[in-house]
Structures are given as structure tokens and as C-alpha cells.
């Protein structure tokens, strides 16, 4: 029999190939007995074994049968729509024009309804600007990444193989201890170590609070405006979102309390995301009775507190929760950077056990390795020394952001959200939102990156208005970049005289 062994790779699999292709080509036609391993061995000039495992393989396939006492056969029914075959190292067909429809669940398609468009991402496209004021980066440049290497190297070098297996699906220990420490020291969190789920960022407690406490066509208030990430993970859930005006105060209870009354209220009480007003206590004890007089739960999103200018901290939700109502989240995002990928979720002892489930159906648990290096780092004290280190630089960095503004802007400018955070909201209430856009193009063009605050908003704003961070430049480039601004306001404003009805 005459075979010829093209292509690359092993000559097994070059002898299955061949015997294949003369299979589906009809030369060795269904029910024929195939050449005897020895003849066909010697026929090709390879080793009897070659043969046999290129025999064996067309039976695991279906192609041939072997028959006790009287060889191997082609099958009499071949595998269905077998494909052609294709010689080793040659390029996939094309996919077909009209893919198949897969129905998607109806989780997916509230997902899609309620992501942004292009799609869901927390990064920002990054141009080749000279000075971008991208908010929700951390300040890159004091970053103890040294330190952080070290530890992380320590805990690599030094690994177990029990911290090498699946971790706890609601965190490694050593980390669940040193942030109930932690937390308890900077932010006035009440927990024990078993009340803390470890997630892969804010985002997935945000993902599980939805899975876990969320039914389809619940009530739940969200901040007006505020962070979409609440947003897209609720609606997906199948919440029916409830917009709470924010003012200069934050959150209006008063207002939510003239509502319906809802299941779930998501706030970001430090720090407002994006306006940046700080819950006074007043408003967060209010918040408080109104959950347990409409037994309600308070999910609050912590994400930027260490970073606060005015005073000290404010007290978080859950320090002065006392009726078990408040699921608190935070994570190492802002605090070092969002590549670690490690976020925390405290929740109520009596939903403790059940957050854990959920994370295990999710994931199994987050990456040990770097929660132990955390653990490391918060035990050490490097984490604190890092945030009141970083708080100090930030400090002037805001400072020159405002001064800037207010140089080169003045009256033209109302700048709110300075008191916390790493970044502030930039008003022009001399141009319309409907310039908004003009404006962004324009600051590009002058090698500035300018973000609108509108997406954050359901009702867009009137007048354009911008996310500022700071955090991630220098002194010096904040105020050239707010030079260019200004110059790029009043060149627009001059074209658009109209702009300041």
C-alpha cells in the first residue's frame, strides 16, 4: 500500500494523517481491512510501533476497528461531518460568514443593557498626552514598590505547599487578621477576621453583594450622580435602581425617605464619587435609622478615605452601625495600585457564612500569594507609613491644582470635592455642557487629557463639568497642564460667544 507522510511532527502522528486522509478520500473505502502493522511498517520504512500507534488513534477516533484474530478495519460508519484534514502547520480555514446564535441568560442581557458602550472597563484609553488628569490613578511615582517586591519575594521564596494549594475561599488568614487590625486602627471598622471576604477588588464585592442579597425587580438607591461600576453590577443582578440626588452634602436621606422604600442603599459616604462631598454625621446617622426603621442594608464603597485634607477621617458607616446593617468594601486600588488586584468586603456576622459561598461559587478564592505579601506589609507598618507619606504629597499636589485653578481661571471656575480623595470636579458655568466635547478636543490638541464628569450622571448636567485627578503628576505639570486649560477655555469661549446663555 502506498501512503506518503507529509507535514511536520512525530511519524505516528504523520502515518495517522495519511491513513486519515486516504480514509475520508474513499482509497481505503469503509469495511476495508488495513495493511498488517508489520507489512505497512516495512511498505513506509518505519518502526512496527509507529504503525500501531497510528492505528490506534483512528480507532479512538472512530475511523477503524480493530477485530479480535483478524486485523484492523475501516469502520463502517465514519465520525459524522469529520472535517477535512489539514497538514500540520497550515493555516485554520476562515470561520463561517453567519455565526452560529448562542441564546445568551438573562443575566447577560441586563449586563449588556446596562454597560456602557463601548464596553465595561476601569481603564481609561491612554493617549500620548504630555499631562493627563486622569482621575482614579494612584501616585505611581511614591510608591514603595522596593518593599513590596521584597515581601512578595520573601513569601515566594518561602512558601509552603499548604499556602501553594487553594486558599480559604474568603481569604487567607494572615490577611483577614491584618485588616481587621488594620481597618479597626484607620477607619474605625468594628470586625473580626471572620466577618472579612477578600475579593479580586471592589468591583466583585459590589458583584457579590448584588448575587448574594439582590432579587430581580428589587429596589435599590444609588447616588445621583455616582460610580456606574454600582450601577452595571446591580441592573445585572436584576435590581431596579432608584437615583437619590447628591448635593453639596452627599446623600439626601431626607429625599430617600420620602420614597418607597428600598432593599438595598449604595453610597460612598468619604468621599462621594464623583462630587466629592463627605457625608457629615448628622446625614450618616440619619442614613442609619432610616435602615432600620425600612430594614434596609447599606453597602458602602470606602474606595478613597485614607486620602482626606481637612481634619481627620470621618468615622465610616459601619463603625457606627450597631444593628448589623452596613456591608463595608474597600480595597489596595488607590491605596498602592490596581494591578494587585485585592479588595476587601466586611460584612454582618450572620452573613458571613453566606458570602463565603458565594465567593467560592465565583472564583474558589483569590491568589494567596499576594495576600499574604499584604498581610506582610500591614503587619510591618510599611502600608501606614506609606499612606501617611503619600497623603502628604498628595496634599501639595491638591494644593497646587486648586491655586492653579484658581490663578488661572478664577470666577470662570467652581472646583468641588478638595476636602478628600485624588481628585476634584471642575465646573465652567460659563460653557455648556453641549461644549463639553470641544473643549476635551481642544486640551488634547494642547497635549492635555481632560475627562467629562456627564457619564457618571442618568440627568446630564447643564454646564460642562470635569473629573481632575491628580494624584499621578507632579507639581510642576499640574500647573502647566492648567495653564493650557485655561488658555483652551477662553480660545473656546471667544469662538462661542453664545456659549454663556
Not at 37 to 42: G, I, M, Q, T
Not at 151 to 158: E, V
Not at 167 to 185: F, K, V
Amino acid at each position: 500500500m502506498w501512503l506518503a507522510l507529509e507535514g511536520e511532527g512525530p511519524l505516528h502522528r504523520r502515518t495517522y494523517r495519511a491513513l486519515r486522509t486516504a480514509i475520508l478520500s474513499g482509497v481505503l473505502p469503509r469495511g476495508r481491512r488495513l495493511p498488517s502493522s508489520r507489512a505497512l511498517a516495512r511498505d513506509l520504512g518505519v518502526s512496527r510501533n509507529t504503525v500501531l500507534a497510528a492505528y490506534e488513534q483512528l480507532a479512538a477516533e472512530g475511523y477503524a476497528a480493530p477485530r479480535a484474530g483478524s486485523g484492523t478495519y475501516v469502520a463502517a460508519r465514519l465520525p459524522d461531518e469529520a472535517p477535512e484534514p489539514r497538514p500540520a502547520g497550515a493555516a485554520r480555514a476562515p470561520a463561517a460568514a453567519a455565526p452560529v446564535h448562542v441564546r445568551g441568560s438573562a443575566w447577560l442581557a441586563r449586563l449588556r443593557r446596562a454597560a456602557p458602550r463601548p464596553g465595561l472597563s476601569w481603564r481609561l484609553g491612554r493617549e500620548r498626552l504630555e499631562i493627563d488628569f486622569r482621575y482614579g490613578d494612584p501616585a505611581y511615582a511614591d510608591l514603595p514598590i522596593t518593599a513590596w517586591c521584597r515581601a512578595l519575594g520573601r513569601r515566594a521564596r518561602r512558601a509552603r505547599i499548604a499556602e501553594l494549594a487553594y486558599a480559604p475561599p474568603g481569604g487567607a488568614p494572615e490577611l483577614r487578621r491584618a485588616l481587621a487590625a488594620y481597618l479597626a486602627r484607620a477607619r474605625g471598622v468594628a470586625c473580626t477576621p471572620d466577618e472579612i471576604v477578600v475579593t479580586y477588588g471592589t468591583q466583585q464585592a459590589i458583584d457579590l453583594v448584588g448575587r448574594a442579597l439582590v432579587d430581580p425587580g428589587d429596589r435599590v438607591a444609588v447616588e445621583e450622580p455616582g460610580y456606574g461600576g454600582i450601577a452595571v453590577a446591580l441592573e445585572a443582578a436584576g435590581a431596579r435602581l432608584v437615583p437619590v440626588p447628591v448635593d453639596d452634602d452627599g446623600f439626601d436621606v431626607a429625599r430617600l425617605a420620602r420614597l418607597a422604600p428600598v432593599r438595598l442603599v449604595c453610597v460612598t459616604p468619604s468621599h462621594q464619587f464623583p462630587g466629592g462631598a463627605v457625608l457629615p454625621l448628622a446625614r450618616r446617622l440619619e442614613l442609619l435609622g432610616y435602615a432600620r426603621s425600612r430594614r434596609a442594608l447599606v453597602f458602602e464603597d470606602d474606595y478613597d478615605s485614607e486620602y482626606r485634607y481637612a481634619g481627620r477621617p470621618v468615622e465610616c458607616l459601619q463603625g457606627l452601625d450597631g444593628d448589623g446593617r452596613v456591608l463595608y468594601a474597600g480595597s489596595a486600588s488607590k491605596l498602592l495600585f490596581p494591578a494587585l488586584r485585592i479588595g476587601w468586603l466586611v460584612v454582618p456576622g450572620a452573613l458571613a457564612d453566606a458570602f463565603r459561598l458565594a465567593k467560592a461559587a465565583c472564583d474558589t478564592g483569590s491568589a494567596s500569594l499576594e495576600q499574604l505579601a499584604l498581610a506582610d506589609f500591614i503587619e510591618s507598618g510599611e502600608l501606614e507609613r506609606h499612606a501617611r507619606r503619600t497623603r502628604l504629597r498628595n496634599a501639595l499636589r491638591r494644593a497646587a491644582l486648586l491655586e492653579a485653578l484658581r490663578a488661572r481661571l478664577g470666577a470662570a471656575a467652581v472646583v468641588g470635592g478638595t476636602d478628600a480623595g485624588l481628585h476634584v470636579v471642575l465646573w465652567l458655568p460659563d460653557l455648556p455642557a453641549s461644549q463639553a466635547t470641544a473643549l476635551r478636543q481642544r486640551c488634547r490638541a494642547a497635549g492635555v487629557g481632560l475627562h467629562p464628569v456627564a457619564p457618571y450622571y442618568r440627568t446630564p448636567p447643564e454646564r460642562a463639568g470635569f473629573v481632575m485627578g491628580y494624584a499621578a503628576l507632579s507639581e510642576e505639570r499640574i500647573r502647566e497642564g492648567v495653564a493650557r486649560l485655561a488658555a483652551c477655555v477662553e480660545d473656546l469661549l471667544r469662538a462661542e460667544p453664545r456659549g454663556r446663555s
